[in-house]
């Protein structure tokens, strides 16, 4: 289900996020909040411990240094 939201953006560039998007994503005063520029689109995403944990195992072998991968016993400089 898609659901549409509007905000405006304030003289200081700040946006109002509508409470029930915050209280479903649990947006509180302090999350961090991620801006995501894809494709010409502007995504948020809340930084959220759910988040994080969500994101846990999804680095994967590519993303590891070249000098680690080749020796994993070598301090990288």
Do not use: C, H
């Amino acid at each position: 289900m898609s659901n549409t939201e509007y905000s405006a953006v304030n003289a200081k560039g700040q946006i109002v996020i509508p409470a029930d998007i915050r209280d479903r994503f649990d947006i509180k005063q302090g999350t961090r909040i991620a801006f995501v520029e894809e494709q010409g689109r502007l995504f948020i995403q809340p930084v959220t411990d759910a988040f994080i944990e969500s994101m846990r195992g999804s680095l994967t072998k590519w993303s590891m240094p070249a000098k680690l991968e080749r020796d994993p016993d070598r301090e990288l400089s």
